[in-house]
């Protein structure tokens, strides 16, 4: 039986690299961009689990940079659902007390887009459930370089800078670091993901592809971690 309170063993924020959704569509004979659309049904099925086993902060990489050298039908469908998750399908997360939070670059990002994306942090910034962070178009180096410019404009002296002042200068400093990092398809690498907050956290590996995550697969991720000892370089 899993634990109810996923916070009793320590898993504050679990991370999710969602990879494989089009790989699942060509081994389901469907059409590749369906495997956005399934990869997104399994988002709300996953955080639904998540927000019920009391697990404070779900971060999930939805989009990188670098994922603009992808066709502009496979980049437009990515962005309208981008759309459907924070207007059509908002009450879903305001229904469960979910606070919406947006991590990467606005450059290149619609005018639109942007708005409604502001719009759902304002909308959620007073839920306390549980905080959903959407990496979108965002990078773990460009993240760091952000706040180490962030840094040098405010004028502090090098002697200054330190680990503390790099984690108040990334986005949302308030989210803390990674417990767990779950990777599906069978991929063994971060993908630029959270570098800078993934420095301690656990990291799993999935075969599946994240379009097939059960709310059985968020069980077994919270019990592996409950058996997992961290040293935190001790």
Not at 71 to 80: G, L, P, T, Y
Not at 114 to 142: I, R
């Amino acid at each position: 039986m899993v634990n109810p309170d996923a916070g009793a063993i320590g898993l504050t924020h679990l991370g999710f690299i969602m990879d494989g959704n089009r790989r699942w569509a060509v081994g389901s004979s469907r059409p590749k961009l369906d495997g956005h659309a399934a990869g997104y049904d399994a988002l709300i099925r996953v955080m639904t689990r998540c927000v019920e086993l009391n697990i404070k902060y779900v971060t999930v990489y939805a989009f990188s940079t670098e994922n603009w050298s992808r066709s502009k039908q496979e980049v437009d469908r990515i962005m309208q659902l981008m759309f459907r998750g924070i207007i059509d399908d908002l009450h879903i997360f305001t229904d469960k007390n979910v606070r919406l939070r947006f991590l990467g670059s606005r450059e290149k990002l619609s005018r639109s887009l942007l708005a409604k994306m502001d719009e759902a942090e304002q909308t959620t910034a007073g839920f306390a459930k549980s905080t959903l962070s959407v990496c979108f178009n965002y990078g773990g180096q460009t993240e760091i370089v952000e706040a180490c410019r962030a840094i040098v404009s405010s004028g502090v002296s090098p002697e200054m800078v330190d680990a503390d002042l790099i984690t108040k200068n990334i986005y949302h400093p308030d989210i803390p670091p990674l417990d767990m990092i779950v990777r599906t398809s069978g991929e063994h690498r971060l993908s630029n993901f959270m570098l800078w907050r993934s420095a301690y956290a656990e990291i799993l590996f999935i075969d599946k592809f994240w379009p097939d995550m059960t709310v059985a697969d968020v069980d077994e991720i919270v019990t592996r971690f409950s058996e997992s000892e961290r040293r935190f370089g001790h």
